[in-house]
C-alpha cells in the first residue's frame, strides 16, 4: 500500500542538497583568471604547474597537502610573500620567490585557488 505520504521525502531530499551546495559553491568561489595572471605575472609558472610537477610541487599537490588544515590559507599566504628558504629537487636551497602583488585581496585570491586544485598527482 503506497500512500502519496512517500513522495515528499525525495523532494524535500533534493531540496536540502541543493541548498546545502549553494553555500558550498560560492565559499569556494575563486577568480581562476586572476589567480593564473599573478602566477604568470610573478613567474611562478617557471617552477610550478597545477598539475605537475617541475622544480616546485603542482599547485593540485599543495592543495591535496593542505585538505583538511584549518591552517591551510595561513600557511600558504606566509610561503608565498615571506621568502622563506626552500629546498630544489637538486638538493641546493635558496629564498623562495616572494609575491609582487601587494594587493592583499589578489594574494587571498591566488591562494585560494591553489588551495581550490582537486586531487593531486601522486
Ligand atoms: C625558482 C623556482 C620557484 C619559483 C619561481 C616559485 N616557486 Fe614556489 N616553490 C618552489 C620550490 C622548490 C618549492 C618546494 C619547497 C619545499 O618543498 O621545501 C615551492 C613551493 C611552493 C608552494 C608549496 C608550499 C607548501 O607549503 O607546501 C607553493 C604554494 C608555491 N611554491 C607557490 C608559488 C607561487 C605562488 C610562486 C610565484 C609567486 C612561486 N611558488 C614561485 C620553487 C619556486
Not at 523532494?11 to 565559499?27: G, I, R, Y
Not at 593564473?36 to 604547474?49: I, L, S
Not at 595561513?74 to 610573500?81: E, M, P, R, S
Request: with cysteine; charged share 30%; glycine share 6%.
Amino acid at each position: 500500500m503506497k500512500s502519496p505520504l512517500n513522495r515528499p521525502p525525495l523532494t524535500s531530499l533534493l531540496t536540502l542538497l541543493a541548498a546545502l551546495a549553494l553555500p558550498c559553491a560560492s565559499a569556494h568561489a575563486v577568480d581562476a583568471e586572476a589567480a593564473e595572471k599573478v602566477t604568470k605575472d610573478n613567474k611562478c609558472t617557471k617552477c610550478h604547474a597545477v598539475d605537475r610537477k617541475k622544480d616546485g610541487p603542482a599547485y593540485r599537490d599543495t592543495a591535496a597537502k593542505y585538505r583538511g588544515d584549518p591552517e591551510a590559507e595561513a600557511k600558504v599566504t606566509h610561503h608565498v610573500t615571506a621568502g622563506d628558504m626552500v629546498k630544489f629537487p637538486d638538493g641546493h636551497q635558496e629564498r623562495h620567490k616572494k609575491l609582487k602583488a601587494e594587493d592583499t585581496a589578489e594574494v587571498k585570491n591566488l591562494v585560494g585557488w591553489i588551495l581550490s586544485q582537486p586531487g593531486g598527482t601522486k
